[in-house]
């Protein structure tokens, strides 16, 4: 049994790079979605609590300084969370497509594992990318603890892509 982690990198496949492709334009369209439903509560919260105010008494509860405060602080609140998440998370994305790379890693077998009630049989590594890795019962059988597998995953988003 080695220590030693093997990592290299290699061009995606064809198939590859368009399921990232494919899960590009998937998780754009749910930011958008997510973006458009935070505008329009930025502005039916901000008409909800003025129906509040009107209902407690209060007088003029129907400002529109007070609406479009509010409604410009709840934007702008929405806007820079909304951003902050797509350069975190979505721009690592962007980033493996243009790069058009997969890092291979090397990693022991820790533990085995089997379920044979479900069908499932896994393989458990200290990668960091990926700690347990569903195998098919053939691969299950083939290998033992101790030897090693490869993991494929991107580098910038870490998007588990496959073992052999």
Do not use: C
Request: aromatic letters at 16%.
């Amino acid at each position: 049994m080695t220590d030693v982690v093997r990592r290299y990198k290699e061009p995606l496949q064809e198939e590859e790079l368009s399921d990232l492709v494919t899960k590009e334009a998937k998780e754009r369209k749910q930011y958008y979605a997510v973006f458009r439903l935070l505008m329009i509560g930025s502005f039916v919260l901000p008409f909800i609590a003025s129906w509040y105010r009107a209902y407690e008494g209060a007088p003029n509860a129907f400002s529109y300084a007070r609406f479009f405060v509010s409604a410009t602080i709840l934007v702008s609140i929405s806007a820079l969370a909304t951003y902050l998440s797509f350069r975190r998370f979505h721009s690592n994305l962007i980033a493996d497509i243009k790069e058009g790379q997969k890092i291979i890693e090397t990693r022991p077998i820790t533990k085995k594992v089997s379920i044979p009630s479900k069908d499932a049989y896994y393989f458990y590594t200290e990668s960091k990318v990926k700690l347990s890795i569903k195998v098919s019962e053939a691969f299950y059988n083939e290998l033992q603890e101790g030897d090693e597998v490869s993991i494929e995953y991107t580098p910038h988003a870490r998007i588990y892509l496959g073992y052999f």
